[in-house]
C-alpha cells in the first residue's frame, strides 16, 4: 500500500517524508506540511464538483476547509485500478467537543461562514444543482410514507410493544413538519451542504475550527446543515447539562453565534423550526429495526430509540414546540 500511497502522491507533486496509517486514511507528512490520503467514496464526476464548490469558497476567502491536491494533469484525483484516490490538508485529529460550549459557539460561527460563501456562490452548470425537482421535500414526504407503512406492524413483533406508545406523538410531529415546510416551499431555492456537520468532520486547533470530508455534500439547502448541528447539540450537550444543572446555549443564542457570520431570514427561521420539529433521528432507528427483520431488537438500536424517548420533552421544551 504505502508504495501506492508514494506513486500516487508523486504525481500531485508531494513527497512523504513519512507515513502514518490511521483507522480510515493515511498521514502523510511532507516537507511543506501535512496531508491525508484515501480512497474516495464519491466517483469521479461528485468530486470534482465538490473540488469546484471548495474552489469557490476558497477564492472568497474562507480557508477553514480541507482542499483537495491538484495533479499533474488538473484533476482533484488520482486513479488506480479503478479506484480513485484523494489528498486533501490534514489539520489535525482533534475532534469537536461537544460539552465544550466554546468549541460549540466557535463551531457555529465557522458554519455561518461558509452557509454565506456557499449561498453567495454564483450559479453554474453542474449536475446535482441542474436537477430542477425539489429532493429536500421530497425526502421528508417519502420517509412519512414509510413510517405509516411501517406502523401497520406495530405490535407483530415483541419490541414494537416497546415503542408503539410514543411513535404516533413522533408521527403527528413528523406530519405536521412536512406539512408546514410544504406550505413554506421549503426546497424551492436549494444551496449547497455539508450534510454531515458530525463531530468528526469538525475539527478544532488552536483556536479554529475546521470542516473536513464534504464527500457527502448535496445540493439541498443549507438549513439541513443548521439543523442536524443543532439536533446533535441538544442530544449531545444540552440534555446532560440541564440534569446536571450546568449551563447550554439556548437555541436563539446557537442562531446568534450562527448569524454572526451567516444572517438567517425570517423565513428560513420558520423553515428552520419546522426542519428541527421534524424527529429524524427516532426515524431513522425504527426503519433500522426494521431492517434487521429480527423478533427482538439490537442493543445498539433498543439504547438509540430510549434516548429519543427519554429526550423528546426535553427537546420539545428546547424547541418551544
Not at 513519512?18 to 493515511?26: E, G, L, P, T, V
Not at 405490535?155 to 405536521?176: P, Q
Not at 468528526?200 to 446543515?225: A, F, P, Q, T
Request: aromatic share 14%.
Amino acid at each position: 500500500m504505502y508504495s501506492l500511497i508514494y506513486d500516487v502522491a508523486e504525481e500531485f507533486g508531494i513527497r512523504p517524508l513519512n507515513i502514518y496509517k490511521c483507522k480510515y486514511y493515511y498521514i502523510l507528512n511532507c516537507a511543506e506540511g501535512t496531508y491525508s490520503f484515501c480512497q474516495a467514496r464519491p466517483k469521479a464526476g461528485k468530486i470534482t464538483e465538490i473540488h469546484s464548490v471548495k474552489t469557490e469558497l476558497a477564492s472568497m476567502g474562507i480557508c477553514n476547509i480541507d482542499t483537495y491536491s491538484v495533479s499533474e494533469e488538473g484533476l482533484p484525483y488520482a486513479q488506480r485500478d479503478g479506484r480513485l484516490y484523494t489528498i486533501t490538508r490534514f489539520f489535525g485529529s482533534n475532534e469537536l467537543n461537544f460539552m465544550n460550549s466554546n468549541q460549540v459557539a466557535l463551531t457555529l460561527r465557522s458554519i455561518g461562514t461558509i452557509h454565506r460563501g456557499l449561498r453567495n456562490m454564483e450559479k453554474r452548470t453542474v449536475y446535482a444543482a441542474g436537477e430542477s425537482r425539489n429532493r429536500v421535500l421530497e425526502k421528508y414526504t417519502r420517509e412519512l410514507k414509510d413510517m405509516q407503512c411501517i406502523k401497520k406492524h406495530i405490535g407483530k413483533r415483541m419490541w414494537d410493544m416497546d415503542i408503539s406508545y410514543v411513535f404516533d406523538s413522533f408521527m403527528e410531529r413528523a406530519a405536521e413538519s412536512v406539512d408546514r415546510l410544504a406550505s413554506l416551499g421549503y426546497g424551492e431555492n436549494p444551496t449547497y451542504c455539508h450534510n454531515g456537520l458530525k463531530e468528526g468532520n469538525i475539527i478544532y486547533k488552536k483556536g479554529r475550527v475546521y470542516i473536513i470530508d464534504w464527500d457527502n455534500m448535496k445540493h439541498l439547502s443549507y438549513i439541513e446543515d443548521i439543523a442536524f448541528f443543532v439536533k446533535r447539540y441538544m442530544r449531545k450537550n444540552c440534555y446532560y447539562s440541564a440534569a446536571a444543572g450546568s449551563p447550554y446555549m439556548s437555541l436563539e443564542e446557537c442562531l446568534n453565534r450562527y448569524s454572526a457570520y451567516g444572517s438567517i431570514s425570517d423565513h428560513d427561521y420558520d423553515v428552520l423550526k419546522a426542519v428541527l420539529l421534524y424527529p429524524q433521528r427516532f426515524i431513522d432507528t425504527i426503519k433500522e429495526g426494521f431492517r434487521t427483520g429480527k423478533t427482538f431488537l439490537p442493543s445498539g438500536v433498543r439504547r438509540k430509540l430510549e434516548e429519543c424517548i427519554e429526550q423528546k420533552s426535553f427537546e420539545e421544551e428546547y424547541l418551544r414546540i
